[in-house]
């Protein structure tokens, strides 16, 4: 398979006729929610299953866990299943472009302990401009025993963080994904409390696509994280968990081994009233 984790629309189609490849479709609005499922229907990749981001990648919030608590393993690998999904099938998963949707359901599969699982770049936009063919055909699944092997070492929660949080020095480097605003605390549209992790560096994870909204290619994302270079550890979060999830992939892109996803992210720091909070720069 690829030795990427981000593959071309031209492979995927090269590809299309291969019985066990599994296409997943999980385009997502959040500010519609129904324009997953919508645009499904009106067209997808020849063979591709839906996935439901918010039904399927999140837990309802509770008090702790952020605005988008990650799924029991158990509950994401029935879904799975579910869908023709095994740890020994190939997945190809994809959005409308390059955005958080794709990455988590990438890191996802990843934390079950699936290997062979991809993003494709520029996602349906790349597909279409390609000329390649769709349909609004679903497909019928046979059902698949997915036996999940968590890889926990790719998961932090609230303590990891906390015991690392503000360190001047000893290996881990704590990346916060949101947008600059949000990081200094200028702004929080979305949680009640502004400000970041203290300690993170802000690495806003729209940097990491080109301008024609391709993902970067390695060389640029080795340069774009050049500072975190010594890092031994380094540890992601955003919001609530999803928009970390394209910096884990790049990452990862640019050859970093040791990265983990804070989960519950800054809607769960917050919600520990004891936790300190940072505003502007660091």
């Known amino acids: 398979m690829a030795n990427s984790n981000i593959v071309s629309a031209a492979w995927v189609h090269e590809r299309l006729a291969q019985d066990n490849l599994v296409l997943a479709d999980v385009r997502f609005s959040p500010k519609d929610g129904q324009h997953g499922i919508r645009a499904y229907e009106q067209g997808h990749l020849p063979g591709a299953v839906f996935v439901d981001f918010k039904g399927d990648l999140t837990d309802p919030a509770q008090e702790h866990g952020g605005r988008s608590p ?7 690998a029935a ?3 579910a ?3 095994d740890r020994s099938t190939p997945v190809v998963v994809y959005e409308d472009g390059n955005g958080p949707a ?3 359901l990438w890191w996802v599969l990843k934390y079950l302990g699936h290997e062979a699982v991809y993003v494709l770049d520029d996602g349906y936009r790349a597909w279409v401009a390609a000329g390649y063919p769709v349909t609004a055909e679903r497909p019928e699944p046979a059902q698949r025993l997915f036996v999940p092997q968590v890889r926990s070492e790719l998961l932090v929660g609230m303590d990891d963080v906390r015991a690392v949080s503000g360190r001047a020095s000893g290996g881990t480097a704590l990346v916060d994904s949101r947008d600059a605003n949000q990081y200094k605390g200028a702004e929080a549209p979305f949680d009640p409390v502004a400000g970041h992790i203290p300690g993170a560096v802000n690495y806003f994870w729209k940097d990491a696509l080109a301008e024609d909204g391709g993902w970067l290619p390695t060389e640029r994302l080795q340069e774009r994280f050049a500072g975190l270079a010594d890092a031994e550890e380094v540890i992601v979060y955003c919001g609530s968990g999803i928009s970390a999830c394209p910096n884990v ?3 990862t892109e640019a050859g970093f081994r040791n990265v983990k996803l804070y989960a519950g992210s800054w809607s769960d720091w917050i919600s ?8 502007g720069e660091e």
């Not at 990650?70 to 994401?76: A, G, V």
């Open 79 to 81: 879904r799975f299943g």
């Open 83 to 85: 869908l023709g999904i």
């Open 249 to 251: 992939l790049a990452l």
């Open 272 to 279: 520990y009233k004891d936790n300190p909070i940072v505003t």
């Open 70 to 76: 990650l799924p029991s393993p158990e509950r994401l």
């Open 102 to 104: 794709a990455a988590r």
